[in-house]
């Protein structure tokens, strides 16, 4: 449901899904008649009853003849979580270049239905109180920014990510922090300090095709972890990797990783920090979703637990705030220096009026209110898709439950053509991202993730359902 929705009856309409997906209306209530809920909301009754049909036809509603409208009793859940993936024993180089480009050249495609791309859509970013800031910086001191900054970032701005680790229960120091060009940089520079060509990651399968892309560039090896969607990693997979082979570093996400929505339980977290500190191996985590929480609480990240004795954490504004600001960060520990070297002699320093800009609008305080909505959104775009996916997929159909994020992760039998679906949508003007891309042997061929960064609207919602359709005339073949 559209954030921004104009008529009453929308408003009316997103105030019930609401009140469904914060726990207020439960499956089965019976919902206010029309005449009453038309007198409480000083609106016509055909302005009520067009709510109460929308939310109908969405499948949010049932309507009981001579009774009334209630939630429609859980479809959610009702769908078994995708399977926990294979093993992997052996390391593999990673070839995926092609595909990323192909994707992000659809998902960057604005005539698509947009659930290719895992970016929030920037009407629901603060891109207005961030262009002031940024106009304010440029104005009072353009010229005295328009210099090459310091290697590790602006004072300002690492200061105010330093207030804000409080948050992820670690507490940090501006010295610890270097500014990256995205969390994308972040990973590359850690990566770059802790190994060399040839050597081999341990990631979590399927990961983010990013990282992919990243482990390719570098000339890196990639061994798969058997990854569950609600648990995380197998840690006794990776402890037997371990044992029996060399590897330089571990990537994971301290949560919601992308594309499963997967976070580990903060006892099978210190477990994993243990097998991989009685190895010698470090951690370089990746936290660009840890804001997006639906729960009362942050999840914790890997260095809040083990204090960053063995931990590289990397993160970004990307997914909260300003993807096109390019801001991350590094907290490299006993790595900065490398960490520090890579930076200068990969690109010297970043850009300077962006960080001043996104310094002062973290200072102005507003960053915690934005971050609440924008779970609040998140959280609504993923209980609507779930409802669809639902009512439109195949009955064998396997969907994610991520308590974070904004992406759903589908699985379909084995038989099923992931690449044959998207380009029949793509014809059809919808974009997704097909499961493959996501592995570097190339599996999950029968799997695909669906993004939710956008308000929720009807040409998303008839988007999701066509591949529903699609996915199920493919099946019956
Ligand atoms: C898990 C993960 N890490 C990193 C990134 C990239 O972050 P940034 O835009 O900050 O470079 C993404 C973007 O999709 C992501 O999903």
Not at 249 to 270: E, I, Q, R
Not at 384 to 407: D, L, N, W
Request: proline share 5%; charged share 20%; glycine share 8%.
């Amino acid at each position: 449901m559209d954030t921004q929705a104009s008529f009453r009856y929308e408003q009316l309409a997103e105030l019930i899904i609401g009140m469904i997906d914060n726990g207020t209306l439960a499956p089965g209530t019976r919902l206010p008649s029309v005449r009453a809920v038309s007198e409480q909301h000083n609106i016509s009754i055909s302005t009520a009853l067009q709510a109460y049909r929308l939310l109908e036809d969405r499948g949010v509603l049932v309507a009981r003849p001579q009774s009334g409208f209630y939630v429609s009793t859980p479809q959610r859940g009702t769908l078994a979580l995708p399977s926990t993936s294979r093993a992997r024993s052996k390391a593999s180089t990673v070839s995926i270049s092609g595909a990323v480009a192909m994707l992000l050249d659809h998902a960057s495609n604005t005539a698509l239905v947009p659930l290719g791309c895992a970016v929030p859509d920037a009407a629901l970013l603060q891109s207005n109180r961030l262009d002031a800031a940024l106009a304010r910086a440029a104005r009072q001191h353009g010229a005295q920014y328009n210099v090459y900054s310091a290697a590790q970032g602006e004072a300002d701005l690492r200061r105010e990510i330093a207030k804000r680790a409080m948050r992820i229960g670690h507490a940090l120091s501006p010295d610890d922090i270097l500014i990256t060009s995205g969390c994308t940089e972040a990973i590359t520079l850690a990566l770059t300090s802790v190994a060399t060509r040839g050597d081999t990651i341990a990631i979590e399968s399927p990961t983010y095709v990013g990282l992919l892309h990243t482990l390719e560039v570098l000339g890196l090896k990639a061994v798969e972890l058997p990854t569950d969607p609600s648990r995380g990693i197998d840690i006794g997979a990776l402890a037997h990797l371990l044992e029996t082979e060399r590897v330089a570093a571990c990537v994971l996400s301290s949560s919601f990783n992308n594309p499963l929505g997967s976070t580990m339980a903060d006892a099978d977290k210190h477990e994993l920090l243990a097998v991989l500190a009685q190895h010698g191996v470090p951690l370089i985590e990746d936290d660009v979703y840890g804001d997006i929480y639906f729960g009362r609480e942050r999840p914790k990240p890997f260095i809040a637990l083990d204090g960053g004795a063995n931990t590289i954490y990397c993160s970004s504004f990307s997914k909260s705030l300003a993807p096109g600001y390019r801001i991350g960060w590094i907290v490299a520990g006993a790595w900065m220096q490398q960490v520090k070297d890579r930076k200068l002699a990969f690109s010297l320093c970043s850009p300077t009026l962006p960080q001043v800009a996104l310094a002062a609008f973290l200072a102005s305080g507003n960053y915690d209110a934005h971050l609440r909505s924008l779970r609040r959104q998140f959280q609504q775009n993923l209980a609507q898709m779930t409802r669809t996916i639902e009512a439109s997929f195949p009955a064998e159909t396997k969907v994610s439950r991520p308590a974070g994020g904004i992406f759903l992760w589908i699985e379909l039998p084995r038989r099923f053509d992931s690449r044959e679906l998207f380009d029949k949508a793509l014809d059809l003007g919808i974009c997704f991202a097909p499961g493959d891309v996501f592995s570097a042997s190339r599996r999950f061929r029968n799997c695909l993730r669906l993004s939710a960064g956008h308000s929720w609207n009807d040409s998303i919602e008839a988007g999701v359902r066509r591949l529903g359709q699609l996915a199920k005339t493919m099946l019956a073949r």
